[in-house]
């Protein structure tokens, strides 16, 4: 009995060979294009405009973490280094001093230090600090706005869908480029963003 014929062209073994080449061409370029994509875009990251923001303590209850990535942020150089502070103390205080009863911040994150009579210095414990803007709304309302509430990227989970940008009210939450993370008040930008690089959180 005579063999069958061999048909002209291509065998099965030399088919399934040209398309799994042809398969993993295909498949090498298309990941080389998505991470060339990937690293052509600029990295954006959540961050809160304080001339926008209206310190409506959502911050502090939104956040997914446990803890707010969201901190208050103090501009040294535009603090009037006030006694009687409308970001430190209870509205009608009856007196100017540390006690717990006397203090705006439900924590105690704000810390008062005494430098020479009538100034005091103001510092916030980002430990204690919950981002509730407590003391940021009392002083823009009778201060100069040097309080005001900023994503710590060190914490930040950068959620494509941020929680607390979805329920702010004012809009305030915007997307800025992860190179300036920050919308900085005063003269504090270039160093406060230095001290975040170095990982320092005091």
């Known amino acids: 009995m005579a063999g069958k014929p061999e048909r002209a062209g291509i065998n099965r073994r030399g088919f399934l060979k040209s398309s799994l080449n042809t398969l993993s061409g295909l498949l090498i370029g298309g990941i080389g294009g998505l991470l060339f994509s990937r690293?052509?875009?600029?990295?954006?990251?959540?961050?809160?405009?304080?001339?926008?923001?209206?310190?409506?303590?959502?911050?502090?209850?939104?956040?997914?973490?446990?803890h707010s990535a969201v901190k208050c942020v103090h501009s040294f150089s535009m603090c009037g280094y006030c006694d009687?502070?409308?970001?430190?103390?209870?509205?009608?205080?009856?007196?100017?001093?540390?006690?717990?009863?006397?203090q705006l911040c439900p924590t105690g994150a704000l810390k008062r230090t005494f430098v020479e009579n009538p100034y005091f210095e103001y510092t916030i414990d980002e430990k204690l600090c919950i981002g509730c803007g407590k003391c940021v709304k009392?002083?823009?309302?009778?201060?100069?706005?040097?309080?005001?509430?900023?994503?710590?990227?060190?914490?930040?989970?950068?959620?494509?869908?941020?929680?607390?940008?979805?329920?702010?009210?004012s809009q305030a939450w915007k997307r800025v480029p992860a190179d300036r993370p920050y919308i900085l008040r005063g003269d504090e930008s270039a160093s406060f963003e230095r001290r975040m690089k170095r990982g320092d959180r005091g």
């Open 84 to 102: 009687l502070c409308s970001g430190y103390l209870e509205p009608g205080a009856r007196s100017r001093d540390t006690g717990a009863e006397n």
């Open 39 to 66: 690293s052509s875009k600029k990295e954006m990251v959540w961050q809160i405009d304080p001339e926008i923001c209206i310190q409506c303590e959502r911050c502090a209850a939104n956040c997914v973490l446990a």
């Open 138 to 169: 009392g002083c823009a309302a009778f201060g100069n706005g040097s309080l005001y509430l900023q994503v710590r990227h060190d914490r930040c989970l950068n959620c494509n869908e941020c929680s607390i940008a979805r329920s702010c009210p």
